[in-house]
């Protein structure tokens, strides 16, 4: 169980071009998925957290309107990358929590396989 | 500013000995700890949840989590090759969303 499936696993494209990509969780519903992206040798760093039915909450410095994210469904969040520039390169992954722990804050996230983005 | 602090290594272990990693971090409040393994352009993948004091034991980890502390740590015992990935130590708060995640401690265990 737990499974979080994310698409592409990659994807090169050019400098101003737009990139949307998919996190779906495929055995349970996630209300809440979160978004991270990772430099290389750094750790993840959270970008924004994506709600079903309402607004995405971003991380300080993380610009709403350069990603761009969805979350329409209960399985469903997508994060869209607006005109992509070379320093957007990056691995982006994505993760819910099953909420099968009372908390449900208290479970653990799981995660998509990542998307790396290169931006030419 | 909430962190959570690893070394970042490299550890490097013979195989079959005793891997130790450590993390501690800053917010007293926080209620729920994890470590993930990361393999090379992998996406992290969950090896232990603890969430009260003490040692929890899954097979060769062992997670130890002191509060008052405020360190957690995991030991992998008769170290594989196959363990030589980054770990990560991750910290929720009580009622909070996020999750924050250490740098990670890059570990490899020679055959």
């Known amino acids: 169980g737990a499974v979080v499936s994310q698409h592409p696993s990659w994807v090169i494209c050019k400098s101003g071009t737009s990139v949307k990509i998919e996190c779906r969780s495929l055995?349970?519903?996630?209300?809440?998925m979160f978004w991270y992206r990772q430099f290389p040798k750094q750790s993840l760093m959270l970008m924004a957290t994506?709600?079903?039915?309402?607004?995405?909450?971003?991380e300080q410095g993380v610009e709403k309107d350069k990603f761009l994210i969805n979350h329409a469904s209960l399985t469903l969040s997508t994060l869209t990358v607006t005109s992509a520039h070379p320093e957007d390169s990056s691995f982006y992954i994505c993760?819910?929590?099953?909420?099968?722990?009372?908390?449900?804050?208290?479970?653990?996230?799981?995660f998509g396989n990542g998307t790396r983005l290169t931006v030419t | 500013q909430k962190e959570v602090e690893q070394n970042s290594g490299p550890l490097s272990v013979p195989e079959g000995a005793i891997a130790s990693l450590n993390c501690t971090y800053s917010d007293r409040v926080s209620q729920s700890f994890f470590w993930y393994r990361q393999y090379s352009g992998k996406s992290p993948e969950l090896i232990m949840s603890i969430y009260s004091n003490g040692d929890k034991e899954d097979g060769r980890f062992t997670a130890q989590l002191n509060k008052a502390s405020q360190y957690v740590s995991l030991l992998i015992r008769d170290s594989q090759p196959s363990d030589s990935a980054t770990y990560l130590c991750a910290v929720s708060e009580d009622g909070g969303f996020k999750t924050i995640f250490g740098a990670g401690t890059r570990l490899f265990v020679k055959a």
């Open positions: 993760s819910a929590r099953t909420g099968q722990s009372v908390p449900e804050n208290n479970s653990p996230l799981h």
């Open positions: 994506s709600n079903e039915g309402s607004k995405a909450t971003y």
């Open positions: 055995d349970f519903q996630a209300t809440t």
